[in-house]
């Protein structure tokens, strides 16, 4: 699996490097993505994302011209520069939380393994996690810290560690 910061290949998305998924000792095999399907899978990454004019209108109303006007600004450069095309750092990271893939895995899987309903894709992602030792909600808060354009991993401080110095270190002379 692939490290949160990642950026997840268009060609492994659509099944250019198709391998075969074993989950729970069980075989799918894997359909490579029609452009419709880029296009519905593209679709939901986007409705993960708050609309940025939407968003920059809320975060106006009642401030001072300049102020609202510089607001405005920025949500039109955000909404000119998507972060939810794939491809993109932040929809690679949607894709790796399970909702994400439970999204492409139900277009992937589908071709070749039509009787599988929704749940039968969501117990697929949540064997996938469980066999892979993978904090799934941990790479969901990742998916939705990115969508609302939070760092999805914080530096750690070392305050909560309790070897962790109580004083500055003295500077080296």
Not at 143 to 156: E, M, R, T, V, Y
């Amino acid at each position: 699996m692939s490290q949160p910061h990642e950026v997840v290949p268009i060609s492994i998305i659509t099944g250019q490097q198709w391998t075969p998924l074993v989950v729970g000792g069980v075989t799918y095999k894997q359909a490579p993505l029609t452009w419709r399907q880029l296009g519905q899978l593209e679709a939901w990454i986007k409705s993960q994302f708050p609309d940025p004019m939407e968003t920059a209108k809320k975060l106006a109303e009642g401030l001072p011209l300049e102020l609202a006007s510089e607001v405005i600004s920025r949500g039109q450069e955000q909404a000119n520069n998507p972060r939810w095309c794939l491809g993109t750092p932040e929809a690679s990271a949607l894709l790796r939380a399970p909702a994400g893939m439970v999204e492409l895995f139900t277009h992937q899987l589908a071709k070749f393994q039509p009787e599988l309903t929704r749940a039968d894709i969501e117990n697929i992602v949540d064997t996938l996690y469980q066999e892979s030792q993978i904090d799934s909600d941990e790479l969901g808060d990742q998916a939705q810290a990115i969508a609302l354009g939070k760092d999805p991993h914080p530096q750690f401080t070392g305050a909560d560690d309790p070897k962790a110095p109580t004083t500055p270190a003295e500077p080296i002379a």
